[in-house]
Nanobody
């Protein structure tokens, strides 16, 4: 069993900041990629940022220079620091991870339930 718990969403004014957290727990052997996706109303889910086991980071063009992804490998936790938020950042943000359970030799993709970020004045 693997659990994915996100936190940190909420309402913020344009130009403000929020920090999302996502902790992955359970019977885990290892985690490779961890990342954040988002889905705005009426739109498809899109990648926001991801970080590999080796620390390589990828960002969507729309968030480069404003968002920062980081990871605590010991705690199996990934963070998304969001600065300079814009109304178009409003969406449900989902945590995603590639997890190898201790009972398997394969990596499985797991998702959180999502946390709502609303940017509005």
């Amino acid at each position: 069993q693997v659990q994915v718990v996100e936190s940190g969403g909420g309402l913020v004014q344009p130009g403000g900041s929020l920090r999302l957290s996502c902790a992955v727990s359970g019977s885990i052997f290892s985690i490779n990629i961890m990342g954040w996706y988002r889905q705005a109303p009426g739109k498809q889910r899109e990648l926001v940022a991801k970080i590999t086991g080796g620390g390589s980071r990828t960002y969507a063009d729309s968030v480069k220079g404003r968002f920062t992804i980081s990871r605590d490998y010991a705690k199996n936790t990934v963070y998304l620091q969001m600065d300079g938020l814009k109304p178009e950042d409003t969406a449900v943000y989902y945590c995603n991870a590639g997890v190898r359970p201790i009972t398997s030799d394969r990596y499985l993709e797991v998702w959180g339930r999502g946390t709502l970020v609303t940017v509005s004045s």
